[in-house]
C-alpha cells in the first residue's frame, strides 16, 4: 500500500487549505492508500522534510499550494503532485521574487490539479511547456421556519471579508426581526438551498447567475436579490434543482477519490 504526505500551509482551520488537505486525507485513506497530513511550518526546510520522508517510508507527495509549498518541494527527494489553491495562481505569479519558485516547483511535478477550468488554463498560458496529460482539472466536489436564516459560507479571516453584508443585514434585522445572517466556516449547492454569493472570480466559477444560484457586488444588491429571491417560490426551486443538478454533474467525490487515487499510484511506481 503505498503511503502519502500532504503538504499544506494553514492559518487556521478555517482556511481552505487545511480543508482540502483533510478532504483529501479522509479521500485516501478512505481508498486504501496511507496519508499523513503536516503543515510547512513543522519542517525548517528541505533537508528537514527529506529526512522526514525517509524515516517514515513514504512514496510519494501532494502538496497544496505552488509557491508556499513549491519552496519545500522543489528540493524534495521523492516525486510530488502539486494542487493549485488559487492565491498562488490569482496573486503569487505576479510577484518577481515568488514566479522563480512557483515555475520550478510546477515543472519539476509529476503532476497539478486544477479546482477551476480559469486555472487550468491560466496554468496552460503561464506554463507553455506544461503537457496537457500532466495537468488535471478536477472540480472540488460539494457536500450534500419562522426565521428566515442566511448562511455565510466563509473562513473568518480578512481575505474572505466575513462582515460585508453585515452592516446591511443588520438594518435588514431591524426592520424585520426574522431576518438572519449566520457566518459559518468551512459549499451549500447540494444542500437543496437556494445559493446567493458575492461576485468574485472563485464563486463566479460555480454559481451561473440566475441559473444554480444568485450573485451581488455590493451590500446592497444582496438586500434586493434576497428579498426578491424570498418573494419568489419559483425562482428559488429552480435554482435548487439546476444547483443540485450541476453539483451532481459536476463535483463528484468519487471521480475526485479516483483521480487522487490514480496520480499516487502512478507516482509513487504502485500501479493499480
Known amino acids: 500500500m503505498p503511503s502519502v504526505l500532504l503538504l499544506y500551509s494553514s492559518k487556521g482551520k478555517e482556511c481552505g487549505n487545511s480543508s482540502t488537505s483533510e478532504r483529501l486525507r479522509k479521500l485516501l ?14 519542517f525548517t526546510g528541505a533537508p528537514s522534510l527529506n ?16 509557491y508556499r509549498t513549491g519552496n519545500l518541494l522543489i528540493s524534495c527527494c521523492l516525486p510530488y503532485a502539486i494542487v493549485f489553491a488559487g492565491t498562488d495562481l490569482n496573486t503569487h505569479i505576479h510577484d518577481a521574487k515568488k514566479m522563480p519558485i512557483i515555475t520550478e516547483a510546477v515543472l519539476g511535478a509529476r503532476y497539478l490539479i486544477a479546482f477551476t477550468r480559469s486555472h487550468f488554463n491560466l496554468a496552460m498560458a503561464q506554463w507553455v511547456l506544461l503537457q496537457t496529460h500532466k495537468i488535471r482539472f478536477l472540480l472540488k466536489p460539494i457536500y450534500k421556519r419562522n426565521w428566515t436564516i442566511f448562511l ?3 473562513g473568518i479571516r480578512p481575505i474572505k471579508d466575513p462582515l460585508f453584508l453585515a452592516d446591511a443585514v443588520s438594518e435588514w434585522h431591524r426592520k424585520d426581526p426574522s431576518i438572519y445572517l449566520v457566518i459559518i466556516g468551512p459549499e451549500a449547492m447540494n444542500l437543496g438551498t437556494p445559493v446567493i454569493a458575492r461576485r468574485n472570480a472563485g464563486n463566479c466559477e460555480i454559481v451561473d447567475h440566475l441559473k444554480t444560484g444568485l450573485l451581488f457586488n455590493t451590500p446592497e444588491e444582496f438586500i434586493g436579490l434576497a428579498k426578491y429571491l424570498l418573494s ?3 425562482l428559488r426551486d429552480a435554482l435548487v434543482r439546476h444547483a ?3 453539483v451532481e454533474a459536476e463535483h463528484s467525490l468519487s471521480e475526485e477519490m479516483e483521480t487522487y487515487c490514480n496520480i499516487v499510484h502512478t507516482i509513487s511506481g504502485k500501479g493499480l
Do not use: E, M, P, R
Open 152 to 154: 455565510l459560507v466563509a
Open 29 to 42: 485513506n478512505h481508498a486504501g492508500i496511507g496519508c499523513t497530513c503536516k503543515q510547512i511550518a513543522d
Open 51 to 66: 529526512n522526514y520522508l525517509q524515516g517514515n517510508h513514504f512514496n510519494c507527495v501532494i502538496g497544496i499550494h505552488a
Open 232 to 234: 419568489s417560490h419559483q
Open 244 to 246: 443540485v443538478n450541476y
